[in-house]
């Protein structure tokens, strides 16, 4: 069912006509001020920032079969991250990633258009940075930027001029770009710490585990156990919860981090993170059934 839901997707996105218009470079001037996600907003769009990943989802599958590039940055966003509580799966992400190479000219145009929203215009901007940087070869999973360094530099300055004009109020761009920061086109953590400070305190749940990380790890900030377990703990709402999140969390608790060791919780957090298919947390829980004193398994990396 997978493979024939991704096959039509494809031909879909081949199917719908796509005009060229040169392959500029040039950005839409809008930016507006942030306004936080209104709990009455039932676009995907909306459902995203609010952390209701699974109806996001459900809400994306009809722009998703259209091909739809929004829709697309979406679903690939959830699913590379297992926001829905399930593993992802690399032959559907590079079919996703593939659908985004084919809307690449059509998303440069709806740039220009004034008839598009600005959520839609900054979803093409942040998956048009992502493109710029990871290179277009739909072969390739994870995508990886060039290896040569004027060249990974180059990508990077180009994805940041996408980048630019969303970050006012785009947590997805903040937390691309957060990722670009400790890259070592900019290695600038105290930047990266920044822009996932700001996401975080938007509501955005993968930022929420971002700084969980860069606070546990002191990346960029003064390293605080504390305020590391706050975050956990705050990214953990989603729905479903975010299993890097649930992961982090049975780290707090099996480290002490900011709380009261306890092993018993740590097996808890651990084993949800497990049960929706991530791999640390599985690592994990198994580690503490086993009694084992192997180091934990975390996500020390930026995820957007």
């Not at 003064?222 to 890097?244: F, I, T």
Request: proline share 6%; with cysteine; aromatic share 8%.
């Amino acid at each position: 069912m997978r493979k024939l839901l991704g096959t039509c997707l494809l031909i879909a996105a081949m199917l719908l006509p796509l005009t060229g218009c040169g392959g500029f470079d040039l950005f839409g001037s809008e930016i507006d001020s942030y306004q936080p996600p209104s709990p009455e907003d039932h676009t995907p769009a909306g459902l995203v920032a609010r952390g209701q990943y699974s109806a996001a989802l459900e809400a994306l599958q009809p722009g998703l079969r259209l091909g739809e590039p929004e829709a697309v940055f979406y679903v690939l966003t959830i699913r590379k991250n297992g926001l829905d509580g399930r593993a992802a799966n690399p032959e559907e992400l590079r079919l996703l990633w593939d659908v985004l190479i084919l809307r690449s000219e059509m998303m440069r145009q709806g740039l220009r258009d004034s008839s598009l929203s600005t959520a839609t215009k900054n979803a093409y901007r942040t998956a048009l940075a992502q493109l710029a940087y990871f290179g277009s070869d739909p072969s390739i999973w994870p995508p990886q930027p060039p290896a040569d360094q004027t060249e990974r530099d180059r990508a990077a300055a180009n994805a940041v001029r996408y980048l630019s004009t969303a970050l006012s109020d785009f947590t997805p761009a903040m937390n691309f770009m957060a990722y670009l920061y400790l890259e070592p086109s900019y290695q600038s953590p105290s930047q990266a710490y920044a822009a996932s400070l700001t996401a975080a305190e938007r509501g955005d749940f993968l930022a929420m585990g971002n700084m969980a990380w860069l606070l546990r790890g002191g990346v960029g900030v003064e390293k605080n156990d504390l305020r590391a377990a706050h975050w956990a703990r705050q990214g953990c709402q989603s729905l479903p919860p975010v299993s890097r999140n649930q992961n982090e969390m049975g780290y707090v608790y099996e480290a002490g981090l900011g709380v009261t060791a306890d092993l018993a919780e740590a097996a808890i957090w651990y084993g949800r993170s497990a049960a929706q298919g991530h791999q640390a947390g599985a690592a994990n829980a198994l580690r503490l059934k086993k009694e084992t004193v192997e180091p934990a398994v975390l996500d020390d990396e930026i995820l957007f």
